[in-house]
């Protein structure tokens, strides 16, 4: 089996296995909004290539008690309304977080995991994060991919400061898979 930072499998499901909802994708689709009540129908992909289709309603609306979250999936036998808290932010506005249905903590994300029927937060479900079981060589190439992915994201208009700051992660994380490469071609002489 392995420890628990090994990298090695142990045949539970990590969050990269789970159906994810995080909360300020919904915010950034328009869905949280004090007194209003609003739908996104949201597709995913299943294990097995099966697409699963999400119907996600935020109610705000004042006549509630308390403002929700319902998802639905009919495939999968998901029906679930999540309570939703709203925090004052120091600056003006608001942040949402949803009230994990197993652990009751304030959460930002969602998950649900395979075989479940109801989502609930990664601690509520007892997950680690995918990469928490990832060898370092792995840990090392996922970086460097986002570090790509974030230089070629980058505005042909970003400021010298945003390019250079960028710019350095990317280096410096190749400088790590150059000298993790030459550390396995030590071990293998």
Not at 79 to 102: D, H, K, N, V
Not at 168 to 174: K, T
Request: glycine share 8%; proline share 5%; charged share 30%.
């Amino acid at each position: 089996m392995g420890s628990l930072l090994s990298g090695r499998r142990n045949g539970q499901p990590s969050s990269d296995d789970c159906v994810s909802l995080k909360l300020p994708d919904l915010r950034r689709r328009g869905l949280l909004k004090r007194g209003h009540i609003a739908t996104w129908r949201r597709h995913w992909l299943d294990a097995d290539g099966s697409e699963l289709e999400f119907v996600i309603t935020a109610d705000l609306r004042e006549c509630q008690p308390r403002p929700r979250l319902l998802i639905a999936c009919a495939s999968l036998q998901v029906s679930q309304a999540i309570t939703l808290e709203a925090m004052a932010q120091p600056l003006g506005g608001e942040r949402w977080f949803a009230l994990c249905p197993r652990s009751g903590a304030r959460c930002l994300a969602l998950y649900l995991a395979p075989g479940e029927h109801e989502f609930a937060s990664l601690r509520g479900l007892g997950l680690l994060h995918g990469s928490q079981r990832e060898q370092p060589r792995w840990r090392v190439l996922r970086a460097l991919d986002r570090a790509r992915e974030r230089k070629a994201g980058l505005s042909r208009y970003a400021r010298r400061p945003t390019r250079g700051r960028i710019e350095g992660q990317l280096r410096e994380v190749e400088m790590r898979a150059h000298a993790l490469a030459a550390e396995f071609a030590e071990v293998g002489d």
